[in-house]
């Protein structure tokens, strides 16, 4: 009897010692996982506002994992693996504002961060994500940042940022993304940075941009983008910086430029452009840095800066240009420093393309 009874009790605690939580301590917090990587249990010991669990091979959260923890800043990312979470697995984080998830396989789903009312910054790069479901972050309407880099995102429904009415950065790089629209951004009205870099964007529709009134920074570098068309910026009135370098682009369209009063600098260096066209950058009249340098221009219109009211440098370094229209720099009365570094033309007349009498002129490193 006594004998069974010992059996018994050492079975137990076999199958107890393979089915218990590990606990260990991580910062102020105990962090409790089982054996297939859930995350069961995160109590708080004392107040700390920040917690890293790294290396825990985490697969999931248990919903009521966390414990009502006081955390305001929360990491998951390096050597986790978390993939399979519901709806709950965020709850009891009352004052999170920093959540990091990157370098994991999340999927997004409606109602996952449903318990993160005061979320301000999201980290989702490097995911898998392929997907983002319409009303996956319905809740978040602190969220000011959201990084979504690095997943396999290759369209955006009308929907899908519906809810994020104080975001002002988005961040979409390298995703193979195709073509951006007018529904693409929608439900941004405060995003002042949008960034979609290596990605594999090859069109914009017209008014893509319209509804981001108050973006001031985009970038699309490494793109595919070919030809830049007339409106593609339209709306985007309090833009100040925009780069669309190597980014394969040829043509850019008359009127590309239209509805941009604040841009303070275009880079398009590194493309393929081969003849700037008359009126290109008209409308541009904050302009002070305009860069082209690495394209194939051989071409500049008579008329081609007309416009730039305020452009102090103009960078054409490593082109095929020739020969300058006369009267290219007319109206040009802030024109600084042109660079025609790496050029056919090695001299030009000042007087003929009218540039003004202070205006440094660049053929040398
Ligand atoms: C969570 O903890 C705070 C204090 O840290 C307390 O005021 C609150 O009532 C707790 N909420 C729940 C649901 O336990
Ligand atoms: C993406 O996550 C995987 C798995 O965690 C990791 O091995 C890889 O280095 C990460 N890639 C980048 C670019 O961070
Ligand atoms: C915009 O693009 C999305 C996603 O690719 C597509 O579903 C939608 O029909 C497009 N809308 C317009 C107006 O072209
Ligand atoms: C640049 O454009 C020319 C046509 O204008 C094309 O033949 C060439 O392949 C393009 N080069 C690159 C690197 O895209
Ligand atoms: C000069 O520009 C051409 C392109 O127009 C480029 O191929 C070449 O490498 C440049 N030379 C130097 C010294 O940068």
């Keep these: ?107 997004p789903i409606p109602g996952l961060f449903q318990e993160l009312p005061h979320l301000e910054r999201l980290t989702l790069a490097n995911n898998s994500i392929t997907h983002i479901p319409e009303g996956t972050f319905n809740e978040l309407s602190q969220l000011k940042e959201l990084i979504l880099d690095w997943n396999l995102i290759t369209h955006v429904p009308e929907e899908t940022f519906n809810g994020l009415s104080e975001l002002t950065k988005l961040s979409l790089d390298k995703n193979p993304i195709e073509t951006i629209n007018q529904t693409t951004f929608s439900g941004l009205p405060k995003l002042t940075s949008l960034a979609v870099e290596r990605s594999e964007i090859t069109t914009f529709a017209p008014n893509s941009f319209e509804s981001l009134a108050e973006l001031k920074n985009l970038y699309l570098n490494w793109n595919n983008i070919g030809e830049l068309r007339a409106e593609t910026f339209k709306g985007l009135s309090k833009l100040d910086f925009l780069s669309i370098s190597d980014s394969a682009v040829t043509t850019v369209h008359d009127g590309a430029f239209r509805g941009l009063p604040k841009l303070t600098v275009l880079l398009l260096d590194q493309n393929n452009i081969s003849t700037i066209l008359s009126g290109t950058f008209i409308g541009l009249s904050s302009l002070y840095h305009l860069g082209l340098d690495n394209n194939e221009i051989s071409v500049i219109e008579a008329g081609a800066f007309e416009g730039l009211s305020s452009i102090s440098h103009i960078s054409l370094v490593n082109n095929k240009i020739a020969t300058l229209p006369s009267g290219l720099f007319a109206g040009l009365t802030k024109l600084d420093s042109l660079w025609l570094v790496n050029n056919t033309l090695t001299a030009i007349d000042r007087a003929v393309v009218q540039l003004p009498s202070f205006a440094r002129v660049i053929f040398e490193f």
């Design 1 to 107: 009897m006594i004998r069974r009874a010992v059996i018994v009790n050492f079975v137990l605690a076999v199958v107890l010692a393979q089915t218990q939580p590990t606990c260990k301590n991580v910062f102020d917090y105990t962090v409790c996982s089982s054996v297939e990587g859930v995350l069961t249990e995160v109590k708080q010991r004392s107040h700390h506002d920040r917690l890293e669990i790294f290396n825990f091979d985490l697969t999931s959260i248990e919903p009521g994992a966390f414990k009502n923890v006081s955390l305001v800043t929360l990491y998951l990312s390096a050597g986790n693996r978390i993939s399979n979470l519901q709806p709950g697995a965020f709850a009891g984080l009352p004052n999170l504002k920093n959540l990091h998830l990157q370098n994991n396989a999340v999927t």
